[in-house]
């Protein structure tokens, strides 16, 4: 609270509406912010005072509500007068009122929202359940996955669906609106009705609902993002019934993909009552006036909205959209145009974001496991706060993401808890204990309890240098740490945490980082400011004096904000564009009427216009803003370049939505003034900081190197002009900013901004290390090489063009040593894990000598290293003095590369050329040449020699999906470059071997305990292939940790193509070993050290060079994982399969024009196996080797002429079992054209078997319901593998298998 301030509100202000006072409810604390009219003084001319109150968001014993309790002390610091907390609060000071909360947040994250009921279209009530079906964390064999919000689900027996398809090459069809059934949606597509609902049928249902005690429901239909009108009667009987919340997907977010919309309208229904609730219970506390004064609420997009409009959707970023606001208007200059990064740590997270000028929205985001599809701020959260906890793991330092929380907090907090960041910085004495509130202990009035967290650290470092030493021979090779060493190192660690998602806003959406300054608030921020910015080359940080309180701060800066927003589905052309425009222009003039309905006038509402546009053919498209030209498309254009690299030029535009953002200003305020201060500023250096007012104290401090002497300084007591050198520590009553060595503060009327000397840049000299093994360092690599490969993928996601990479995001991205051995990967596709290393090697063997710099090897033939031909592998060296030193390479699924039938997935392939173009490796770069005449003969001339085989039918995207490829190994690297720079050669490569043997070293002690558990060192296990091959496997582990996996008995080499080469066997082995590990382990080519493995050559698992092996890849694959989980007594087999479906058509000739054909594919979830550690299998999700995501069912019935007519769990078909083994899914998709259909799957002979007693799941089947004239139906089963010619009317029915229950039932 401040308390150096003590004019009161003016006397003839009082009584008339004059304080305003802003709100931010967080999770631990809630801050408190309030300004009223004052008389002016010589120091503060201003006239106006601001007051700072922070108190604990929940103290029960003390009053029911914390905002309105702030708001109380406010009042009687405005008036010097008491409130008394029994009496309702007196609103007549109270001049407005705006809120940040938590509440949304907080109900989602617990499930503690308001029982409800999502009412969906028949054949989908599992849709929510299944969302994309992949899952959170591949690594997590239990694949925990959040629950559903709703308790019950109502299916309306209505369909609708569109006309016509994007994918058709055909000149338009025939305008078919003049059909009964054929209506115009909003979007001005073409909808036919294929079933009204039975009104009264639906009253029934409802009624069933109401009768249970729900009252809230949420609605959502297929294609209502167009076609409202079932939605909008649904709801009207709903609200009849009396329903008292009823959420319509269709006015809710009126934009197509119905998961997302459905995950929407849901939390709507689930979070907006107890907002409700909380308001009115917010509002019981004040007098009669409470109705009288203006109640804002920040949304989730950086806007306020009044009480009555504010809902439960827009509130989950309620308070940190604040903070965004309070550090754009506070630290941004439209003069200067320097960009910011915000940099908000809290007690348990941290969260960044970027504003160059305007607010970055996203329009789809997961929180607590819930799709959102509502404007946000870009905001991305790391689970790295003050609260953090801090472990030794595998070798590697650890911070979080597991939190302390507030009670029992970290050590230091007197309650019995864990290390925390916070120890860490209390240890270092980066905080000070006589400067730290005394509110801890059973009395809360004693101070930190840094005895507490010094003795927990010394056990730690004890720990570490113990397990460091033991993994060394020579006592030389490992010095002992010390305390603050280890300490340190943590803040280091944690500091790399937090600097990852800051480069995924800046450099991989094509903005360089070391061109933006830091905007430092939260809590927590002013600790670790300068260490993060040095990191990223940030040379500037701005920490404003309310850096503590700044969500609250914002919300007193923030417009409010009413968003329309309609759906287009319009192709961008001259003759579109004005209509398109007239459209824009209703939806401003509807946002500027609801503003001006709430009491603004037309000079306070400024409307911001957008189209939302993507290249016919992606699904990734781009808010663009009206450009002072009014030339979307070039606005357009030139975003894509600058955040995707590329541009399509003949490529039709699409416009999928229309959005029009009014905003209403009530008071105008100056941004960016810091600026204006600075160029004016008399600075004075503190040389000797002891003689001024503002000293403190001179304390010992802990940085690399040592203590050091550090000033300790008042920021209230510094003046403007003041420059403060570090290290130095700048205390407010609510933050501490630690000045690091090389810093300088100055001090500016409203921020403390802290600028980098010279000296701080990093240089060849600032890294210097040994390259013996040392744990920080270690672990703040380990961070750095998988951030390398991360930047890869994003660079490869954002480049590509094909839906398989860019939106399946079928790929995977890594990082080599100089032998070929995997250092890093990016968590994509597991099947690629643990494979790449053989391309590798195969390359660096095959070329020898003959490599060279700027040459980029292609490879995909299973005996070079690849899996099966589709997946394409784009191998790069690093050269330094003209040696191999690294490797850098990406794989991915290519959507065609010829063959026999179209996507490259042939079910009925015998031999390998059937399956398309291979190599077993090529420059498709030559000493920076690019090799198109050798990619078009590999990819279109040499397939189509073969007989009744085709080259590529669509090189263009797969020659811009290997562009992108080389891309994202370009950009690899250059940060390995970089890294080398900062680090050398000599310890880069080291630290490559270090972190392999950390991974060694991991897997012996989990081959270790195995034994323990099995005495004899003998598993054993086995399985069969649909067509009855077996897989055999027999695993010796060794008492040193070693295991020999032996597949010696698995069965010949198939005329079929689930032949699997030996790289898809080293890729189960390894991701089933890193999946036991159970803890954070980097995954790489140590994690194979221990293990030898024996594969009986001309086996399924090791065939000759001319097997197809298409379905080794994504079949056998899943099946080799089953054996080995199995072996090793961890998992019941899941489903075993990834269920492949391919359609399409061919290219075809018309009045001599020829069009071209087009395919899809894509994989379906099943059944999840049963454990011994976690109760249930999961329903409906990808396991093991795949994890890709499957199309919105809207997007799919928009892009291609099918009917989905169910997608649901397949009930009963999990195993039985202790804990039961999870269901498969349910997929029946209609055809409204002839075409030809493949199917490639497993698991629909031999049952996927429980393990401990547990029951078997169900095998999967195939259907082929024929229709025919006067409605008569043949229904055909397909058996696992199989292509058919489907014609107008047919289905295929895809049942896929159930998960293996573990342990006899209970």
Known sequence: METTDNRLLLEKCGGKHRVRISVDRGGTFTDCVGVFPVEPTAKDPSGERVVVVKLLSEDPTHYSDAPREGIRRILEIATGRPHPRDALLATDNIESIRMGTTVATNALLERKGEPCALVVTLGFRDLLKIGNQARPKIFDLSISKPDVLYQHVVQIDERVTLVGYAMDPRPAAQDQSNETNVVVGKSGEHVRILKTPEWATVRKQLQQVFDTGIRSVAVCLMHAYTFTDHEEEIGRIASEIGFTHVTLSSQLSPRIKIVPRAHSATADAYLTPGIRRYVDGFASGFDAGFGDIRIDFMQSDGGLAPVEHFSGLRAILSGPAAGVVGYAVTSYSESQKTNLVGFDMGGTSTDVSRFGGEFEHVFETTTAGVTIQAPQLDINTVAAGGGSRLFFRNGLMVVGPESAGAFPGPACYRNGGPLCITDANLLLGRLRVEHFPHIFGPSEDQPLDVNATRALFEQLVADINAEMRARHTAESAYQNKSVEEIALGFLQVANETMCRPIRTLTEARGHNVQNHSLACFGGAGGQHACAVAANLGIRRVFVHRLASVLSAYGLGLSEVVHEEQSPAAAIWSNEAQQPLLARLEELSRA????????????????????????????????????????????????????????????????????????????????????????????????????????????????????????????????????????????????????????????????????????????????????????????????????????????????????????????????????????????????????????????????????????????????????????????????????????????????????????????????????????????????????????????????????????????????????????????????????????????????????????????????????????????????????????????????????????????????????????????????????????????????????????????????????????????????????????????????????????????????????????????????????????????????????????????????????????????????????????????????????????????????????????????????????????????????????????????????????????????
Request: aromatic share 6%.
């Open 591 to 1306: 946002g500027s009427g609801k503003l001006i309905s709430q009491g603004f006038l037309d000079s306070q509402i400024r409307v911001q216009r957008f189209l939302n546009m993507r290249y016919d053919g992606t699904d990734t498209s781009i808010m663009v803003p009206e450009a002072t030209t009014g030339d979307y498309q070039l606005r357009f254009e030139s975003m894509h370049q600058r955040e995707f690299g590329f541009v399509l030029r003949n490529r039709r535009i699409i416009v999928d939505d229309l959005r029009a953002r009014a905003t209403g200003t009530l008071s105008k305020v100056k941004a960016g003034q810091v600026y204006d201060e600075l160029e004016s500023l008399q600075r004075r250096e503190l040389c000797e900081p002891s003689t001024h007012p503002a000293f403190v104290d001179t304390v010992s401090v802990y940085f690399q190197g040592g203590y050091r002497q550090t000033a300790v300084l008042k920021l209230g007591l510094l003046n403007p002009g003041d420059v403060v050198c570090g290290p130095a520590i700048v205390l407010d009553c609510n933050s501490t900013v630690l000045v690091e060595p090389n810093w300088l503060a100055t001090v500016t009327s409203t921020q403390l901004v802290l600028d980098s000397t010279p000296a701080t840049t990093r240089d060849v000299s600032t890294h210097r290390i040994s390259t013996e093994i040392d744990p920080i360092h270690l672990s703040v690599l380990a961070n750095r090489f998988m951030s390398i490969a991360e930047q890869m993928g994003r660079t490869l996601e954002k480049t590509s063009v094909s839906t398989n990479i860019k939106e399946r995001l079928d790929f995977s991205c890594a990082l080599f040593d100089q032998h070929g051995n995997l250092v890093a990967n990016a968590p994509h596709i597991p099947v690629h894990l643990g494979s790449m290393s053989h391309a590798v090697k195969f390359q660096l063997e095959r070329f020898n000598e003959n490599l060279q710099e700027g040459d980029v090897v292609l490879v995909n033939h299973p005996q070079a290293g690849g899996t099966h031909l589709p997946d394409i592998t784009i191998i790069s060296p690093v050269f330094h003095d003209s040696r191999i030193i690294f490797f850098v390479a990406s794989r991915g699924h290519h959507a065609d590369i010829g063959g026999i039938s179209p996507g490259s997935m042939p079910p009925n392939s015998r031999e390998l050329f059937q399956e398309g173009a291979s190599s077993m490796g090529m420059k498709i770069v030559d000493r920076g040449e690019f090799q198109e005449e050798a990619v078009r003969h590999m990819l279109l001339e040499e397939p189509a020699r073969y007989p009744g085989c085709s080259g590529t039918r669509n090189y263009r995207d797969v020659l811009s999906d290997l562009k992108a490829q080389i891309a994202a190994n370009h950009r690899g690297i250059a940060l390995l470059s970089q890294l080398c720079v900062e680090y050398g050669l000599e310890v880069v490569q080291e630290y490559m071997a270090h972190i392999q043997r950390t991974a060694e070293a991991a897997v012996r002690l989990l081959l270790k305990e195995t034994r323990v558990k099995h005495p004899s060192g003998q598993l054993s296990g086995h399985d069969f292939m649909d067509d009855g091959s077996k897989i055999s496997l027999h695993v010796d582990i060794g008492e040193d940790g070693s295991a020999l996996f032996d597949f010696t008995g698995t069965s010949p080499e198939i005329y079929g193509n689930t032949n699997a080469p030996p790289s898809v066997t080293h890729s189960a082995i390894i991701y089933c070993l890193r999946c036991m590990v159970q803890s954070d382990l980097p995954l790489n080519q140590g994690c194979l050290a221990p293990v030898r493995v024996v594969i009986p050559e001309n086996s399924f698992l090791s065939p000759s060079s001319t097997a197809a092996v298409v379905g080794g890849n994504v079949l056998t694959s899943q099946r080799l994982c089953d054996v080995i989980l199995a072996t090793f007594g961890v998992a019941a087999a899941s489903q075993g399969c990834m269920n492949n479906l391919t359609f399409g058509i061919p290219a075809i000739e018309n009045g001599g024009v020829r069009y071209e054909g087009w395919g899809y594919y894509e994989t379906i979830a099943g059944g999840h196996g049963a454990g011994r550690d976690w109760q249930k299998g999961q329903d409906g999700v990808h396991t093991n080797m795949t994890n890709t995501k499957i199309t919105d069912p809207e997007i799919l019935e928009r892009r291609y002429p099918v009917i989905l007519h169910r997608f649901m769990l397949r009930e009963g078909s999990g195993g039985t079992g202790m804990h039961p083994g999870g269901n498969g899914c349910i997929r029946d998709i209609e055809f409204l054209e002839a075409m030809s259909v493949s199917l490639l799957t497993e698991r629909r002979v031999f049952q996927p078997p429980g393990l401990d007693g547990g029951g078997n799941g169900a095998c999967g089947l195939n259907l082929w319901e024929r229709h025919f004239e006067h409605k008569n139906k043949q229904v055909l089963n397909l058996g696992g593998k199989n292509s058919v010619f489907v014609q107008p009317g047919d289905h295929i029915v895809i049942m896929t298998p159930g998960g293996g229950g573990y342990g006899r039932p209970v």
